[in-house]
């Protein structure tokens, strides 16, 4: 069935790394995409998407390129801070007729300064 | 501003009794779902609806129960049937007019239930 996998985590680097958050989906076709971040006590934002093959979505220096390929959704930011230290979900979604989210398990990111 | 408001944000329960979580949104969204978050665990799907007067059960829908009577609200109700209730219980909304798939969900922030 439809599912995404995500990198285990905990994700831990110092300030002014490289991130990077491996996604990759298993579905027959081309869903939307995206990813959240969850910071603690609160609730998923959303923070990029991308709805075709090839498309890169972006936000807050944070950049994934929809890799049809590869099935693969890789989220990248070239400087992390200690505000990035947030738990990051995959996910995707058809895109006609209803369909739900499909969420990865979530990947924690931890910024040390 | 438009959003999702969940209330209380902190809510703590007696063994054996029933609480009803708050969802409201003014987005005019036509589709509401409630999650389920354990300590560093993903997100799991207790009961979604699609639109008012309907809704659907999601992976873990034993022991809770959830109405649609209005297209802003969707409570959600912990029952005594909830064995293990204690988490973090999140809403979100989505537009569901056909064609609009590729949208995504907006969260609100969340209750963090505990039973004492």
């Known amino acids: 069935g439809d599912s995404v996998t995500q990198m285990e985590g905990p994700v831990t680097l110092s300030e002014e790394a490289f991130l990077t958050i491996n996604c990759t989906y298993t579905?027959?076709?081309?869903?939307?995409l995206f990813w959240y971040v969850q910071y603690p006590g609160e609730g998923l934002q959303l923070l990029l998407k991308?709805?075709?093959?090839?498309d890169k979505g972006s936000n807050k220096g944070f950049e994934a390129t929809y890799r049809k390929e590869t099935t693969s959704f890789h989220l990248e930011k070239g400087s992390v801070q200690v505000s990035d230290s947030a738990v990051y979900f995959c996910a995707f979604r058809w895109s006609t007729g209803f369909q739900k989210l499909v969420f990865g398990t979530g990947t924690r990111l931890l910024v040390s300064p | 501003d438009g959003g999702i408001t969940q209330s209380p944000k902190y809510l703590f329960r007696k063994e054996g009794q029933n609480v009803t979580l708050s969802c409201e949104q003014n987005?005019?969204?036509?589709?509401m779902y409630w999650y389920r978050q354990d300590p560093g665990q993903g997100l799991r799907l207790i009961y979604y609806?699609?639109?008012?007067?309907?809704?659907q059960k999601g992976d873990i829908a034993e022991g809770y129960s959830v109405s649609r009577e209005k297209k802003e609200s969707f409570p959600l109700t912990v029952t005594s049937a909830q064995k293990n209730p204690t988490a973090f219980y999140l809403c979100a909304s989505s537009i569901d007019t056909v064609g609009q798939g590729a949208a995504g969900y907006t969260f609100g922030s969340g209750t963090r239930l505990t039973v004492v």
């Open positions: 991308a709805t075709k093959a090839d």
């Open positions: 987005l005019n969204h036509d589709a």
């Open positions: 579905a027959t076709g081309y869903p939307s």
């Open positions: 609806s699609q639109i008012v007067n309907d809704f």
